[in-house]
Structures are given as structure tokens and as C-alpha cells.
């Protein structure tokens, strides 16, 4: 089981600086950020056409202070409307697995699309992703890399409460990820996001498996706050997690 974290002082130090420190800091592998500062562009640095150099030199530099990649985040976007293959989204989607792809990733988060209020559209989202992730299969095929759908939250209109969103509940997430019907789908829990939208975090490890269950998305996040801080500081149940993938015989990674 490798231990990762992202690498989010990639704008400030750059990807090889972020990485040693990952290495200095006792991680045995790091998630490489793929997602820009507008959510559907790339990182700058993988914006030109030498993108593909650039992620073989990385993954040279990687693989010389013995730091895998095993696993990434693609653009976001998925709030801001539908990534059909003509989008700027859907191919910067693309692009982001070919580089995890030959950064070595094992796998990539590529979040549903969640733009319409899930409580009313439920249906509708469940179509609209059912093709999105069909329509970058081939591409997984291709790169060899899986793809990660992860359970999401989002607020309501007016008051910014948060809500469950796309996969949020369990039944659901195991519904997506197996309509793509490929051992290239899979999903990545976000532990923080069970709490923000009422799931309970044992029963969704039960009821999804460890043949759904490829990543994990550890962080503590407070009562109405994704706030993405360190373990233990805010309302995750550790000991039930832990205790919850070690039923389900749980083999992969901790991001």
C-alpha cells in the first residue's frame, strides 16, 4: 500500500521541487494535479504541444529519487456544464490521462458531471455520465489507466447549504461505475465528502466493495466546510473507516 498526497505547490515551486519535498516529507508516492486554476484548463506547464516531453522528463526525475505516481486528478469542470468530445473540457480530460499515463499513474479521478441540481435531474445527470465516461473509454484503453468517478456534494440555490450530489450515496456510486461495465472504471471515495453529505462512511465501504472501491480520498473536513484538512482535526470516524476497509479486505493506495 503506497501512502500519496497531491501535488499542490506545483504553481509556487514547481512539479520536481513539490515532488522531492513529497519524497523528504516520508510519502511513497505522489498524486500529480492535472487540474488548472480555472478547473477546465490543464496546468500551464502541460498546456503546449511539448506536453508529452515535459511528462516523460518528470517522470524521468520521479524515478531517480524513487517516488512513483500512482494516481491523478483531471480537470474538474464538471460544475460548469456538459463535456461533450468537441469541449475544450473533454479534451484537456484526455490530455491530463495520457500524461498520468506516462507519469505511471495506476489510475486518474475524473469527477462526474454534476451541473444541473442533482435532486431534480438525477435521472438526466445518470445519462449524460453514462456517455461522458463512454466516450473517454477508449482513451483509458488506449493509455492503459483507469478511471476514477468519485462521489460529490454540492449546495443548494440562495442559502449554500451542502447537499448530495452525483454519487454521493452509495447505491448510486456503485450504479456508475458499473454501467461503463470495464475494469477501466472505477471509483475513488472521498472520505471527507461521506461526512459533508450525511452518508454514513461504513455502510458505503460495505456496500461498494473492494472491487468498486480502487482510491481513496483521505482528508477531515468540518460541518458544512470541504475544508480538506489534515486527519483527525474535524468529523471523520477514523477508527470506522479503517476498521470498514479492513472488512472488505481494501488492497489499494491511501491519497
Not at 505511471?104 to 441540481?117: D, E, L, S, T
Not at 473517454?136 to 478511471?147: G, T
Not at 449554500?160 to 458499473?178: K, L
Not at 453529505?197 to 481513496?216: F, P
Request: hydrophobic content about 35%.
Amino acid at each position: 500500500m503506497l501512502i500519496s498526497t497531491h501535488t499542490s505547490l506545483r504553481n509556487i515551486l514547481g512539479y520536481e521541487k513539490n515532488i522531492e519535498l513529497l519524497k523528504m516529507a516520508g510519502f511513497t508516492a505522489f498524486d500529480i494535479n492535472l487540474d488548472g486554476p480555472n478547473d477546465i484548463m490543464i496546468p500551464e506547464y502541460f498546456n503546449g504541444d511539448d506536453y508529452r516531453q515535459k511528462a516523460y522528463a518528470l517522470r524521468e526525475f520521479a524515478d531517480s529519487i524513487g517516488l512513483p505516481c500512482n494516481q491523478s486528478h483531471a480537470p474538474f469542470g464538471s460544475q460548469y456544464g456538459d463535456a461533450t468530445p468537441d469541449t475544450e473540457l473533454f479534451k484537456k480530460t484526455v490530455r491530463s490521462m495520457e500524461i498520468a499515463s506516462i507519469m505511471g499513474a495506476k489510475g486518474i479521478v475524473v469527477h462526474p458531471m454534476q451541473f444541473k441540481y442533482h435532486p431534480y435531474y438525477k435521472d438526466e445527470l445518470k445519462e449524460i455520465n453514462k456517455r461522458f465516461y463512454n466516450d473517454l473509454l477508449p482513451y483509458a484503453e488506449k493509455f492503459n489507466i483507469v478511471m476514477y468517478t468519485e462521489n460529490m456534494w454540492n449546495v443548494r440555490p440562495v442559502s449554500h447549504v451542502i447537499i448530495p450530489s452525483t454519487c454521493s450515496w452509495a447505491e448510486e456510486f456503485c450504479e456508475y461505475i458499473d454501467m461503463i461495465n470495464s475494469p477501466y472504471m472505477k471509483g475513488c471515495l472521498d472520505i471527507g465528502h461521506l461526512i459533508l453529505t450525511g452518508e454514513n462512511v461504513a455502510r458505503t465501504i460495505e456496500v461498494m466493495g473492494a472491487d468498486r472501491i480502487a482510491a481513496l480520498h483521505i482528508h477531515d473536513v468540518y460541518p458544512q466546510s470541504d475544508a480538506h484538512t489534515i486527519p483527525y482535526l474535524g468529523c471523520v470516524n477514523y477508527d470506522e473507516m479503517l476498521d470498514g476497509l479492513k472488512k472488505i479486505g481494501y488492497k489499494g493506495d491511501i491519497t
